[in-house]
T-cell receptor
Framework: DVKVTQSSRYLVKRTGEKVFLECVQD?????MFWYRQDPGLGLRLIYF???????EKGDIPEGYSVSREKKERFSLILESASTNQTSMYLC???????????FGDGTRLSIL | GQQLNQSPQSMFIQEGEDVSMNCTSS?????WLWYKQEPGEGPVLLIA?????ELTSNGRLTAQFGITRKDSFLNISASIPSDVGIYFC?????????FGKGTRLSVIA
């Protein structure tokens, strides 16, 4: 079974802090994704990566950046956290871009 | 960008009833996926559809890829309490997956 592990289930940070959310997958998948999930809005794609050191913007990249230095790890960075970034963040991976994505259990981030 | 309309937004049903939910898109998709998310967990893939007209079952769940390639539905037969959760459709055309906003299912025993 594919295992996508997000480093924290819950995280509380302060406005203006730099925040790192980490995601690791163990199935040698080429593609990794970061989404945020908000009530009534579903899942919205922030960034994705189709290879090491490669990244593409999703639908809502503003205020975020990503890093993929190794194939198994995809990090989401909030450069200067703001309260409107309080949300559930979900990481996913897939072997090929047209294959189903496998999700981690999410990180619930609160920005105070 | 591509839009997905998923309905209904929420459902309250009696245990044993059948459930139906659907998604429609503004553009043609090559892939339709259905996920379920339980509280405190990430979405889990239920069914994947890759061909127009395809009908696929997974236990009590059945999903179909619409002939027009712009819609898909998911049926759950004889619902049980553990069916509770949020069901998401997702579709893919020439871009990464687009997700519906989810159908929240509640089952009353």
């Amino acid at each position: 079974d594919v295992k996508v592990t997000q480093s924290s289930r819950y995280l509380v940070k302060r406005t203006g802090e730099k925040v790192f959310l980490e995601c690791v997958q163990d199935m040698d998948h080429e593609n990794m994704f970061w989404y945020r999930q908000d009530p009534g809005l579903g899942l919205r794609l922030i960034y994705f990566s189709y290879d090491v050191k490669m990244k593409e913007k999703g639908d809502i990249p503003e205020g975020y950046s990503v890093s993929r230095e190794k194939k198994e790890r995809f990090s989401l960075i909030l450069e200067s956290a703001s309260t409107n970034q309080t949300s559930m963040y979900l990481c996913a991976s897939s072997l090929y871009i047209n294959q189903p994505q496998h999700f981690g259990d999410g990180t619930r981030l609160s920005i105070l | 960008g591509q839009q997905l309309n998923q309905s209904p937004q929420s459902m309250f049903i009696q245990e044993g009833e059948d459930v139906s939910m659907n998604c429609t898109s503004s553009s043609i998709f090559n892939t339709w996926l259905w996920y379920k998310q339980e509280p405190g967990e990430g979405p889990v893939l239920l069914i994947a559809l890759y061909k127009a007209g395809e009908l696929t079952s997974n236990g009590r769940l059945t999903a179909q890829f619409g002939i027009t390639r712009k819609d898909s539905f998911l049926n759950i037969s004889a619902s049980i309490p553990s069916d509770v959760g949020i069901y998401f459709c997702a579709g893919r055309g020439n871009t990464p997956l687009v997700f519906g906003k989810g159908t929240r299912l509640s089952v009353i025993a």
